[in-house]
């Protein structure tokens, strides 16, 4: 029973992640309303695994990591650029991705999330100059982070987690 609690976990976390890709797609925003039932379901499952994957300690640290590297990344790109650069609800959102993850986990998530806007953000600027018929600028060019981040969240989970789901499968089968 406690295996297909866990399971709804993810279900519902990656639930939640599609709900704040698609707000922040069209408000650019990451309601706490949203991030904070994420976090606290991550630790939920872990609770419900009894800390098979992550530690209690580990994933208190991978939040902290999580939202605290992307914590600075923020405060440099606010000063370099004098403006917001990345929003508040981003660092909170690799904060909570810290509770399902952990320290390696978020980290990972972090970087193919990046990349994942990176590729986001091309694939946008180009359509624009395509629409407009003007030069590729990718100058200050704002697209949200957080689906870019929930990609990486998700893909990561999918990775670490990957014995978990093959578990459940099989308790699906008997």
């Known amino acids: 029973m406690l295996l297909f609690l866990a399971f709804f976990c993810h279900l519902a976390g990656f639930f939640i992640l599609s709900i704040l890709s698609?707000?922040?797609?069209?408000?650019?925003?990451?309601?706490?309303?949203?991030?904070?039932?994420?976090?606290?379901?991550?630790?939920?499952?872990?609770?419900?695994?009894?800390?098979?994957?992550?530690?209690?300690?580990?994933?208190?640290?991978?939040?902290?990591v999580g939202g605290g590297l992307l914590y600075l990344v923020r405060?440099?790109?606010?000063?370099?650029?004098?403006?917001?650069?990345?929003?508040?609800?981003?660092?909170?959102?690799?904060?909570?991705?810290?509770f399902w993850l952990g320290v390696e986990g978020v980290l990972f998530a972090l970087t193919l999330g990046a990349f994942?806007?990176?590729?986001?953000?091309?694939?946008?600027?180009?359509?624009?100059?395509?629409k407009t018929k003007q030069p590729l600028n990718l100058n200050r060019l704002a697209i949200p982070a957080g689906p870019g981040f929930a990609?990486?969240?998700?893909i990561i989970a999918l990775w670490y987690y990957r014995h978990f789901y093959l578990e459940v499968l099989h308790g699906f089968g008997t």
């Not at 990609?151 to 998700?154: C, D």
Request: no cysteine; glycine share 12%; proline share 3%.
């Open 22 to 64: 698609y707000i922040d797609l069209k408000t650019r925003l990451l309601p706490n309303v949203f991030v904070f039932p994420f976090a606290a379901i991550g630790l939920v499952f872990h609770a419900l695994t009894l800390f098979a994957y992550l530690s209690p300690l580990d994933s208190f640290a991978g939040a902290a």
């Open 75 to 98: 405060a440099g790109a606010n000063a370099y650029y004098k403006q917001d650069a990345l929003g508040l609800g981003d660092v909170k959102l690799l904060g909570a991705a810290g």
């Open 116 to 130: 994942a806007g990176l590729i986001h953000g091309i694939i946008y600027g180009v359509s624009i100059a395509i």
């Open 151 to 154: 990609f990486g969240i998700v």
